[in-house]
């Protein structure tokens, strides 16, 4: 396999999340897949931008760029944004135009750490411009999100089985960690969660507390922010609490906040929590499996989204390979399942929903391809577009708006 970064080696598990982009069909040729970002890259002309990041290889040379046309979900020509080794998960600033990835690896800098890269967005042409890495703290780093008030960026080390906070300097690079917490402990499946293993962080709308979910625990983490300095503290209650064995990896607050949903790895359930304040109350668990369907060791979760207009939740499911469509009651919060629609490809992993709420792209990691579906807005049900790209070893979406396009 060829790497960009050589001082970035491939990580011993590939379970991270990476954003995810398309192009139409027929776009893009296989041969032009690894190919690094084109100089004369042709204007987006004020569309909406899709990022993917991806798992570096023969077929993958870090994060892509696509024109995303809102009015009719056609992606533009697929293009290398920028050469970076395993950026298996991407993060957006909230107000200014950077990006922010992760680099799963396990060894960074001679230390076993991997790292955050921070990015400058052209908004022009998409590319992006290196502003620098720091560690991430821990091994493998899966997930990375930026807090409300656009001064730290938090990340989760699933194999180092830590969170932390870096600041963001005025550049927009990252600076070393203000703030590392260590889990510990474990739960049922003596595989999978003899430790802990952080799978996601992420601060509540209110940016007062950051919740972590950790997969080797069993818990959503919760923990007292503070945005002026960047730090992380134990909340009181610490965590909210899944069914044993489950394997929390990915969650999604409702549009109001006041909603959490938990997609499981391990047992492909949602379970759903009240949130007021750092506070966690489950409410609901529910299979995101098919009705009758025996769950595999080949089966697990990747990712869960709320719809922006907050009527549909939806969760990818890599073994069966298919999207859950779930319609959310609003007085209740509670979701029913309303169908499972094939995700195009192997392995489904992260997807996206883009911020008019009428598209829905997934990648599907083992098959090399990136799939479009349009959303039904009254059923929320999927329908493939016909639009498929393959590029190598997608896992996760973030969605980019030049401010024309606003």
């Known amino acids: 396999m060829t790497f960009l970064l050589p001082s970035l080696p491939v990580p011993p598990r590939t379970l991270a999340l990476v954003a995810i982009l398309a192009a139409s069909a027929g776009v893009l040729a296989a041969a032009a897949i690894g190919g690094p970002a084109s100089p004369g890259a042709a204007k987006t002309g004020g569309e909406t931008l899709v990022y993917f990041g991806t798992y570096t290889g023969p077929k993958s040379r870090g994060v892509y760029v696509a024109p995303l046309d809102g009015a009719t979900g056609r992606l533009g020509a697929l293009r290398g944004a920028a050469e970076t080794g395993n950026p298996s998960f991407l993060a957006l600033h909230p107000t200014r135009p950077w990006l922010y990835a992760v680099n799963e690896v396990d060894t960074f800098e001679g230390q076993k750490a991997g790292a955050v890269a921070a990015f400058a967005i052209d908004p022009a042409t998409g590319e992006l411009r290196g502003l620098g890495r720091a560690s991430s703290g821990g091994t493998g780093p899966c997930h990375l999100s930026v807090d409300g008030s656009g001064r730290h960026v938090l990340v989760a080390n699933y194999g180092g089985g830590s969170v932390a906070s870096l600041p963001i300097r005025e550049d927009g690079g990252v600076g070393p960690a203000s703030s590392f917490v260590q889990h510990a402990g474990s739960s049922a499946d003596p595989r999978r969660q003899k430790g802990p293993h952080a799978h996601m962080i992420e601060t509540d709308a209110a940016n007062r507390f950051a919740l972590a979910a950790d997969l080797g625990l069993d818990q959503v983490l919760v923990y007292r922010f503070d945005a002026a300095r960047g730090t992380l503290e134990p909340s009181d209650p610490p965590a909210g609490r899944v069914e ?76 069966p390979d298919n999207l859950a469509v779930f319609a959310r009651d609003a007085a209740t919060g509670k979701l029913t399942l309303v169908e499972h629609a094939p995700s195009g490809g192997r392995t489904p992993r992260g997807f996206g929903i883009d911020p008019s709420g009428r598209w829905l792209v997934a990648g599907n990691q083992r098959s090399d391809s990136i799939v479009v579906f349009a959303i039904d807005g009254r059923s929320g049900r999927l329908k493939a577009t016909g639009q498929v790209v393959e590029v190598g070893s997608p896992v996760s979406v973030a969605f980019f708006r030049p401010p024309k396009a606003r």
Request: hydrophobic share 35%.
């Open 244 to 319: 044993p064995g489950s394997g929390p990896r990915h969650f999604a607050f409702s549009p109001d906040g006041r909603d959490l949903y938990v997609l499981n790895e391990m047992k492909i359930t949602v379970t759903a929590f009240k949130y007021d304040a750092g506070k966690l109350t489950e409410f609901q668990d529910v299979s995101a499996l098919p009705t009758g369907t025996a769950l595999t060791a080949a089966d697990s979760g990747a990712e869960i989204a709320v719809h922006p207009s907050g009527r549909f939740v939806y969760t990818s499911q890599r073994g």
